[in-house]
């Protein structure tokens, strides 16, 4: 298996499609100039290593690169392959079409008829100089593993009494201010999320409401002292009907904007600045992630060492008005942020650490045995959570699966 002799990726690739064994790669147009290949990260709860590495493996296996047997390397497999495809010149990614932010993401390729191909002066064959794995692609491999593990030394040494802490990896705190006054705020402890939207449109049928996750509602603008707010506020919740859906796990938020008003929302999410809050706008239907996990608490970390002020656990919603800053939300009719408590928690302790450091208390020195033993079990808790998995088309009364 290993003298592939002078067999080409192409030839070899076309095969794999055309078998249908492999799930996720297929063709993306019916004259068959364009495939889809599975191009899914392993960081993901959800990721299976039989099914989404597979094409991967395979292509190892035929190069002679892996043995059944041998210790799985799946960041490695994918690199080969996506070396190979980037070199050459039978290949050329349709990024347009690509879809990496999807529950099950692909990268799109076309065939490049030979007419097209650029002259090469290389034999066509891939060594192994050109496909050692690179260091950025291993890093986006591996990076959810590595925040488990800075997120239970987090816990493990700042909260060493709270381990009821890894059972709340949902939880989120959902805070309403109308008009810069806080009005109410709920936790929301469902696995599958919540959703929020006014609870005087409920009435019109199930549509709008779900078992399979929890009900929070916007306090009634009857609340609101002036009248002038209050009538403007009242207009506002009329085009909330269908609310937002909000759901978080270890790796962070994410929502789904429902309703037809304009949402704007600003924190610690996939984009913005290195460790600070960019406002954004939700798209309608969309799923985004407007707080990330790993980005928190590498800040957090950077935090500790005296480098950047605090990171904010929170995420600010604004809806019907556009939010160009923290500091215009006090003026805005309606805000909602909701806070990841799992994190909010590890702020806290963090400060504390800071004015009492842990080293000082000797009381609170344990046996390496007992680290060990512990720190095993919490980081298995940790990694292995994961909410009921849903379908990757959102119906209105189904929640977000992230």
């Not at 998995?389 to 119906?395: D, I, L, S, V």
Request: overall charge negative; charged content about 25%; aromatic content about 10%.
């Amino acid at each position: 298996m290993s003298n592939s002799g002078g067999r080409r990726l192409k030839q070899w690739l076309m095969e794999q499609i055309q078998s249908a064994q492999y799930s996720g790669l297929q063709w993306e147009d019916e004259s068959r100039t364009m495939f889809r290949i599975p191009w899914k990260h392993a960081g993901k709860q959800d990721y299976n290593q039989e099914v989404d590495a597979s094409i991967f493996k395979a292509w190892a296996v035929f190069k002679g690169k892996y043995k059944e047997g041998e210790k799985a390397e799946p960041a490695t497999w994918k690199t080969r392959l996506r070396c190979a495809l980037n070199k050459s010149p039978d290949f050329e990614e349709v990024t347009e079409r690509s879809q990496l932010d999807i529950s099950e993401p692909y990268k799109v390729y076309r065939i490049v008829p030979e007419e097209e191909q650029k002259p090469t002066t290389s034999s066509g064959e891939i060594t192994d100089m050109d496909c050692s794995p690179e260091l950025e692609e291993l890093i986006k491999e591996v990076t959810q593993h590595l925040y488990c593990i800075i997120f239970v030394t987090f816990v493990f040494i700042y909260l060493p009494d709270q381990m009821f802490f890894f059972t709340a990896l949902c939880q989120m705190m959902i805070s309403f201010y109308y008009g810069g006054k806080l009005m109410h705020s709920t936790l929301v402890t469902h696995p599958e999320g919540c959703r929020i939207s006014p609870q005087q449109h409920l009435g019109r049928g199930a549509l709008y409401s779900s078992d399979s996750m929890q009900s929070v509602y916007f306090p009634p603008a009857e609340l609101i002292e002036f009248e002038r707010q209050r009538y403007v506020t009242r207009k506002l919740l009329g085009h909330l009907e269908r609310g937002v859906l909000v759901r978080a796990n270890q790796e962070g938020i994410y929502i789904k904007r429902l309703c037809q008003s304009r949402v704007f929302w600003s924190g610690l999410g996939e984009v913005g600045s290195q460790y600070g809050s960019m406002p954004g706008k939700l798209d309608r239907d969309a799923v985004v992630k407007i707080f990330d996990t790993g980005r928190f608490l590498q800040a957090l970390q950077l935090y500790q060492e005296g480098q950047i002020p605090a990171p904010d656990p929170t995420v600010t919603l604004c809806f019907g008005e556009e939010l160009n800053d923290h500091n215009s939300a006090k003026s805005k009719l309606i805000i909602v942020q909701i806070t990841a408590v799992n994190c909010q928690h590890l702020l806290e302790t963090m400060n504390v650490r800071r004015s009492q450091p842990y080293c000082n208390n000797p009381n609170l020195e344990m046996p390496d045995e007992v680290v060990t033993d512990q720190m095993a079990r919490i980081y298995q808790d940790l990694c292995s959570y994961s909410g009921t998995q849903r379908p990757a088309c959102y119906r209105d009364n189904m929640p977000i699966t992230a």
